[in-house]
């Protein structure tokens, strides 16, 4: 979801004010006014989310008093000042002390336009860093993505925090959108590197000559720092690692074998399983795969992680249905029995967007889950998968997503679910147990 930069305006003048705020909302900004800095200082204050114009000449705190009280709360925010015709030395001043940029009066209201834009594109890019470098520093939020409650994500959980702690190489591999690459920033991030470089290259992405220049150096004209020498002291993560070719396979193994134990850097290789029979361990050469694998995570493919499926799918229709401001969809008896069998050769990236266009549909009021699979699978072959599951399977799954729809709707009332439910007390916190579902999580 794009969200909308403001842009706070601040002048003493009025008719200023007034005149630069419709400007650029008719440029589609969500502009707010300010007629004195001090006023301003009480809505604005780190990771604000837009930028700000402000006069230099000000009664009270005046532009670069405000610039620097601006910078010193939040040094990445980008103001613009405006000022007086002619007033070369404080705008040059202005600019030494971290202003974004500077207009002269009277300025053309189309280059007002574009710095607002501009400096609200470079915003949305630092807000968006910090937000990724503090989930990268603090692995519960990371952990915390991670939904699904079956033996196989609990085992997953346990293996990335373990793993991660254990600070060596290692090798991720499984079908397309497992959550292979969520699964090396978890480990990043639960690790005693959380916080530093955090590298992602595909190998498939470059042809040879250019993959080995950006992984090894030397740096080239731009000034690119080899991948190997930018992701020291962090975690280096190669993607789809089965199309390094033999002569960079070596080169890396040479890179790994000289390294000190703790490794400098950490290098977590991502496997991407499509080709059938063709696994990672023919595809890499044997010393090389024994030093990834040595610590090695298998993501299961969504077909294989049973009631999962039904957690994923409700869960994730529940934030969608946060974002778009309409109702989850209810998942009846008939849809989970469908949504069980799916064959999901797309994976968790796969049911993301049937969760979303699910709710999509709800929020129109037509469609279903069943009509939404059919044409998801139309390529993919059969909808149904081969590998049959006992009833059994299909009766828990579903027991176990209403009871834990129920608590998620009653927040943790024990006594508003046995009512709903028909359910003694007892039977309820046997059930739980069964499942795994732990009333704290509700509260
Ligand atoms: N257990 C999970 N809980 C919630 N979201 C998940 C889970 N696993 C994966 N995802 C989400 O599913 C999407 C696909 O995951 P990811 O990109 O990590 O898969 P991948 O295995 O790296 O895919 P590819 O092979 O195509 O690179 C991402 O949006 C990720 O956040
Ligand atoms: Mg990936």
Known sequence: MARAMKVAIVDDEQDMRQSISQWLALSGFDT???????????????????????????????GMAFLKKLMSLDSGLPVIMITGHGDVPMAVEAMRVGAYDFLEKPFNPDRMT????????????????????????????IMKKLIGTSPAMERLREDILDLGQADGHVLIDGETGTGKTLVAHALHAVGPRAGKKFVVLSCAAF??????????????????????????????????????????????????????????????????DHEQGRTVEDALRPDLYYRLAALK????????????????????????????????????????AQLLQAPWPGNVRQLINVAERAVLQNRRGSGSIAS?????????????????????????????????????????????????????????NEKMAKYGLQRSDYL
């Open 32 to 62: 707010e006014t300010y007629s004195s800095a001090e006023d301003a200082l009480k809505s604005i204050g780190a990771d604000w989310p837009g930028v700000v114009v402000s006069d230099i000449k000000m009664p009270g705190m005046d």
């Open 114 to 141: 574009e710095l607002a834009k501009r400096a609200s594109q470079s915003r949305r890019m630092t807000l968006d860093n910090r937000a990724l470098r503090r989930e990268l520093a603090d692995g519960s939020t």
């Open 207 to 272: 042809a040879e000559d250019m993959l080995a220049t950006r992984l090894f150096g030397p740096m080239d004209e731009g000034g690119q720092i080899p991948l190997v020498e930018d992701a020291r002291g962090g975690t280096l993560v190669l993607e789809d690692i089965e199309a390094l070719s033999q002569p960079l396979q070596a080169r890396l193994l040479t890179f790994i074998n000289d390294q000190g134990t703790p490794a400098e850097t950490r290098i977590v290789g991502i496997c991407n």
């Open 297 to 336: 995570i298998t993501l299961p493919p969504l077909r294989a992680r049973g009631e999962d499926i039904l957690t994923l799918f409700t869960r994730l229709g529940e934030q969608f249905a946060d974002e778009y401001g309409c109702d989850a969809p209810q998942v009846t008896a008939q849809e989970a």
């Open 372 to 428: 939404l699979l059919m044409s998801e699978n139309e390529e993919a072959g059969p909808t149904i998968t081969t590998e049959g599951k006992p009833l059994k399977d299909y009766v828990e799954s579903f027991e176990k997503m209403l009871i834990d729809n129920t608590m998620r709707r009653h927040k943790g009332s024990i006594t508003a679910v046995m009512d709903e439910l028909c359910l003694p007390r007892r039977t309820l």
